[in-house]
């Protein structure tokens, strides 16, 4: 599976972004899906996910301003930021997850989308 996400950038704080990831398959084939984040120097850590087709999970950091949905007619997920915040600022990844049994799992990575929030 290919992931492209867009929809990165720089913004002041308080402003809003919305990140988009377009699958080149069919996302509900996976058992879970979400975005994730790598601020320089830091392991890269989740932001929101969702498994199995249930309501997506969130980041204490994040819960109440970012909102995760997907469009499983165009293959696509979305990350809606609202009252970004500096500490916000780092690398988005998108991902999709396959169970494999046993406790095993192989995730699949879009490419990366900056965003930058700085006053």
């Known amino acids: 599976v290919q992931l492209q996400a867009s929809g990165g950038g720089l913004v002041h704080p308080g402003e809003s972004l919305r990140l988009s990831c377009t699958a080149s398959?069919?996302?509900?084939?996976?058992?879970?899906m979400g975005w994730f984040r790598q601020s320089p120097g830091k392991e890269r850590e989740v932001v929101a996910f969702?498994?199995?087709?249930?309501?997506?999970e969130y980041s204490d950091s994040v819960k109440g301003r970012f909102t995760f949905s997907e469009n499983g007619a165009e293959n696509t997920m979305y990350l809606q930021m609202n009252n970004l915040k500096p500490e916000d600022t780092a690398v988005y990844f998108c991902n999709l997850r396959r169970s494999r049994g046993w406790g095993n799992v192989k995730d699949y990575w879009g490419q990366g989308t900056q965003v930058t929030v700085s006053s």
């Open positions: 969702a498994r199995n087709g249930g309501g997506a």
């Open positions: 398959e069919d996302i509900f084939t996976y058992n879970g």
